[in-house]
C-alpha cells in the first residue's frame, strides 16, 4: 500500500480488493464509519484449523487480507480452532473428514504462528484458542446452542445436501462444527469475520445466530482460493483455470521454502496468472495494478520485468530485502546465462548393485512426493541428467555410476551421487 486510505470510500475499496463475497458491503460501510467517528477499532476474525504444519501462499490471501485491516487500525485476531479441529472440517469432503489429536494440534498451532508473522504485526494481533470457551460449555450450553440451527438449514450446505441425497454418512458431529465456528463470533462481539469462498455457509451461520445472543449480525467477506503454478487463461471463456493451491497437486509455494525457490516458482507462473497473483498476495491497490498493466500493454515494461517485480514483493516479504535481491540475481545467473546454480547441493543417493529407477532417484533426493508423481514428471518430459531430457519411465540409474546433475522443471536442480547400498532398489 502506498499510502493510507484515508476516505471511507477509499478504505471500502482497499478492504475489499480481491474478495468475492461482501455480506453486506453496505454494513461494512456502515461500521467503518461508526470506528472512524468513536475512533474504536473494529474486530475482525478469521479462523484456522491447524490441519497443517506448513502454510503456503494460498493460505496467506487471508493473512494478508487481515493484514489490510490491521493497517487500517484495527483489532484482527487469528484464532486457531483447536477445538473444531478436534471435529474436522467437513467443507468439500465427500465422508467424514479425520479428526486431529491434541498433540498434532499443539504442534501445528504453533508452526503457524511463526509464519503469520511474516505479514501480520505482532503487536498488534489477538491470537486465541477456541478450546478457552468451548472447552467450558457446559452439557446445557451445547444444548442451547445446537437449538439456534435446524437439520434443514444445514442440509442447505450443498456438501451435506449432496452426501445426503446420495446415502452417505454424516456425522452428527459435522453438524456441530459451524456452529462452533459461529459461536467463536459469538464470544469474541466480531464485527466482520474473513474466509475462503468455501467458507461462506460457515460464516453465514454466524451472522445467523449472533442476533439471537444480543449482538449485530456480522459483516462477511470470502477471498477466492488461490490459483496454483500451473493456472492459465481458457482462450474460450477469458477464465483463469487451474488447480487450487495445494501441497498434495505441488503447485504451491511453502512459506518456508528458501528465497531461490520461492522466486524461481513465481517466475514459472503465466503472465495470466501474474495478474491474479499481483491482486491477491501484494498490497498494491487496483489502481496501482493497472498501471503496472498499462505499462506492459503498452511496450513500456516486458512482462517479464513485472513478474520480477512480483517475485522481489513476496521474496521480501517472507524473507527479506537482501534475500529478494539475491535470489533475483541468481534466477538471471541461471536462466539468462544458462548456469548452473552456484548453490548445488550434493545429494548421495544408495544404489544397489542392479541400479535404481531414475523415479526412484527424485523421490529419494526430494523432488517428487513419489513415484508415480516422479514418472508423471519423467513422461512430461520435465526431467534431465546432466542436461539431456530424459522420458523413458524405466530408466535407471547403473551401479557404480559417477555423479550426474538431476534437474526437474527449472528450479529443482541437484548434483546426485551414487553410492553402494545392500538395499534392494530394483522395483
Not at 105 to 134: C, G, H
Not at 160 to 169: A, C, H, L, N, V
Not at 219 to 229: A, E, I, N, Y
Not at 364 to 377: H, I, K, P
Amino acid at each position: 500500500m502506498s499510502a493510507r486510505p484515508e476516505t471511507i470510500a477509499d478504505q471500502l475499496a482497499y478492504l475489499t480488493k480481491g474478495c468475492v463475497d461482501v455480506v453486506r458491503e453496505s454494513e461494512l460501510r456502515a461500521k467503518l464509519e461508526r470506528a472512524a467517528e468513536t475512533r474504536k477499532s473494529l474486530v475482525v476474525k478469521v479462523g484456522f484449523d491447524p490441519t497443517a504444519p506448513d502454510l503456503h501462499l494460498g493460505h496467506t490471501v487471508l493473512i494478508r487480507k487481515m493484514k489490510h485491516f490491521q493497517d487500517l487500525g484495527h483489532t484482527v485476531i487469528f484464532l486457531i480452532g483447536d477445538f473444531t479441529g478436534l471435529i474436522g472440517d467437513p467443507t468439500g469432503r465427500s465422508k467424514t473428514r479425520p479428526s486431529l489429536t491434541l498433540e498434532e494440534i499443539d504442534e501445528n498451532a504453533e508452526t503457524y504462528k511463526a509464519q503469520i508473522f511474516k505479514l501480520l504485526d505482532p503487536a498488534r494481533t489477538v491470537i486465541e484458542f477456541n478450546s478457552r470457551w468451548m472447552g467450558a460449555l457446559t452439557g446445557e450450553g451445547w444444548v442451547r446452542l445446537a437449538a439456534r440451527y435446524n437439520v434443514a438449514q444445514m442440509l442447505e450446505r450443498r456438501h451435506f445436501r449432496e452426501r445426503y441425497d446420495k446415502g452417505q454418512s454424516i456425522a452428527i458431529h459435522e453438524f456441530l462444527y459451524p456452529l462452533v465456528q459461529a459461536y467463536d463470533s459469538v464470544q469474541l462481539e466480531v464485527d466482520v469475520e474473513l474466509g475462503g469462498t468455501d467458507q461462506l455457509f460457515n460464516l453465514n451461520v454466524g451472522r445467523d445466530i449472533m442476533p439471537a445472543f444480543g449482538l449485530p449480525a456480522q459483516t462477511v467477506m470470502t477471498v477466492p482460493l488461490l490459483v496454483g503454478l500451473e493456472g492459465r487463461l481458457d482462450p474460450e471463456s477469458g477464465e483463469l483455470v487451474g488447480e487450487k493451491m495445494s501441497k498434495s497437486a505441488e503447485n504451491y509455494v511453502g512459506l518456508t521454502e528458501p528465497p531461490n525457490e520461492m522466486f524461481g516458482k513465481v517466475m514459472s507462473i503465466s503472465d495470466a496468472l501474474m495478474w491474479r497473483y499481483y491482486e491477491l498476495l501484494t498490497d498494491l491497490s487496483l489502481a496501482e495494478i493497472d498501471e503496472l498493466k498499462g505499462k506492459v500493454e503498452r511496450d513500456e515494461l516486458h512482462p517479464k520485468k513485472a513478474k520480477m517485480g512480483l517475485g522481489r514483493r513476496i521474496v521480501t516479504d517472507f524473507h527479506s530485502t537482501k534475500a529478494a535481491d539475491e535470489a533475483e540475481q541468481e534466477f538471471e545467473r541461471r536462466f539468462s546465462g544458462g548456469a548452473l546454480p552456484s548453490d548445488l547441493e550434493d545429494r548421495p543417493v544408495a544404489v544397489s548393485d542392479d541400479g535404481m529407477r531414475l523415479s526412484v532417484v527424485m523421490v529419494e533426493v526430494g523432488f517428487a512426493d513419489s513415484n508415480s508423481a516422479a514418472t508423471r514428471l519423467i513422461q512430461a518430459g520435465s526431467v534431465r541428467l546432466d542436461g539431456e531430457r530424459v522420458t523413458d519411465r524405466a530408466h535407471r540409474v547403473a551401479a557404480g555410476a559417477s555423479a550426474f546433475v538431476l534437474q526437474v522443471g527449472k528450479r529443482r536442480v541437484a548434483r546426485v551421487v551414487p553410492r553402494p547400498s545392500e538395499r534392494d532398489f530394483s522395483t
